[in-house]
């Protein structure tokens, strides 16, 4: 069991944008947003100081850093996400005493309507609707999706597909679609948005073993929480079984 506390720090950071940039402290037994080091360490007086110092250098790339309370160690980070199996360089390294203190990322516009909401993983948030019953097959979960001004999960970043595996897991915690198909072209993983799956995501998103196109014909992606349990990545499989789905808002679907 994981105890997470959540402390607010009250200062505000004027970004390049000049818009109000607010800091979260995560202080976890484990490891529950991890991030990328931008470059080498130095030695800073407090979280604040480190973060103003990180802003300094990398302006809008510094969206996180990771402090040690007692060296005063600062590390450079990336923008936060929750712990990915195969990235093996991720800051805080487990076990470590370090502590991660990230900027929220921008929040979408959140239609509440159908049962949708704002879910949050390290400060990236998606409006999501997680669905309670199984859709027949893709394209049914595509077109229910479509019905309420939506579309199946988009996970094309590091941080958006980890906050779609840890709100699933924690949330549903059963076998369910993701917005990805290779239905046209083997082998050419796209999103629902029509970006095509970049090469960095295809290291870190699959389970071992996978993409399989077991028989020939796995052509639609999904999260195997009953499958295979606390595995991080996603499976293919065959688009005409009965599975959950998550819908998340976009501006034109
Ligand atoms: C929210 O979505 C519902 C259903 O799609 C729609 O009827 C309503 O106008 C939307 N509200 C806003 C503020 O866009
Ligand atoms: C998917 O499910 C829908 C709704 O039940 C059905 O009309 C359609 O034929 C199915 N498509 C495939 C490819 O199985």
């Avoid at 997470?4 to 009250?10: D, G, K, S, Y």
Wanted: charged share 15%; aromatic share 14%; hydrophobic share 30%.
């Amino acid at each position: 069991m994981t105890l997470t506390l959540w402390i607010f720090l009250a200062f505000e950071v004027l970004g390049a944008s000049s818009e109000v940039r607010q800091f979260f402290l995560t202080q976890a037994s484990g490891q529950d947003c991890q991030t990328l080091q931008l470059g080498e360490s130095w030695i800073s007086q407090s979280p604040i100081t480190c973060q103003r110092e990180c802003m300094s250098r990398y302006s809008e790339n510094c969206q996180s850093v990771v402090y040690n309370g007692q060296t005063g160690n600062c590390r450079p980070g990336s923008i936060a996400f929750g712990p990915i199996e195969k990235v093996t360089t991720s800051i805080p390294e487990s076990g470590s005493s370090d502590k991660l203190y990230y900027v929220r990322q921008p929040i979408p516009p959140c239609n509440t309507s159908n049962n949708f909401a704002l879910y949050d993983v390290c400060g990236t948030f998606a409006c999501l609707c997680l669905s309670t019953s199984e859709a027949d097959n893709y394209s049914h979960a595509r077109l229910i999706c479509s019905q309420m001004n939506s579309r199946l999960f988009v996970g094309n970043t590091m941080a958006k597909f980890s906050m779609f595996w840890y709100t699933t897991k924690t949330y549903m915690n059963v076998n369910t679609y993701i917005g990805l198909q290779d239905i046209d072209v083997e082998g050419n993983f796209v999103w629902e948005n029509g970006e095509p799956l970049s090469d960095e995501q295809y290291q870190y998103i699959w389970i071992p073993g996978q993409p399989s196109n077991g028989a020939g014909n796995q052509n639609c992606a999904v999260i195997q929480h009953a499958m295979y349990p606390g595995n991080f990545g996603i499976d293919d499989d065959q688009c005409y079984w009965k599975k959950y789905y998550v819908c998340e808002r976009c501006e034109q679907c």
